[in-house]
Nanobody, 125 residues
Framework: QVQLVESGGGLVQAGDSLRVSCSTS????????MGWFRQAPGKEREFVAA????????WYADSVKGRFTISRDNSKSTVYLQMNSLKPEDTAVYYCAASTRQGISIRFAETYDYWGQGTQVTVST
């Protein structure tokens, strides 16, 4: 069984920074990419960022480009999301996801095979 565990969420003020982490454990699997999605109350889950494991190529949602940075530590099988200049609209549950294959788009949730339980990020004004 594969497990993804997010950590590092919390309550911050607008303009602050926060880093969330996602570690993988359990049955080894071949990673094609890992991504971060988020879901705000009353809204659908949306793509935030992703990184292709083989070459480190990164993708970002327009809403976070220039503020968020996704990175990885291969030795620890961990992916990070550094969030700077946080805004109240960034408030959401942030989910980590892992894909074992190249799907239609790395921005689609359907591309991912494993998901974490999520970590709450709340940005106050």
């Amino acid at each position: 069984q594969v497990q993804l565990v997010e950590s590092g969420g919390g309550l911050v003020q607008a303009g602050d920074s926060l880093r969330v982490s996602c570690s993988t454990s359990g049955r080894p699997f071949s990673t094609y990419a890992m991504g971060w999605f988020r879901q705000a109350p009353g809204k659908e889950r949306e793509f935030v960022a992703a990184i292709r494991w083989s070459d480190g190529i990164k993708w970002y949602a327009d809403s976070v480009k220039g503020r968020f940075t996704i990175s990885r530590d291969n030795s620890k099988s961990t992916v990070y999301l550094q969030m700077n200049s946080l805004k109240p609209e960034d408030t959401a549950v942030y989910y980590c996801a892992a894909s074992t294959r190249q799907g239609i788009s790395i921005r689609f949730a359907e591309t991912y095979d494993y998901w974490g339980q999520g970590t709450q990020v709340t940005v106050s004004t």
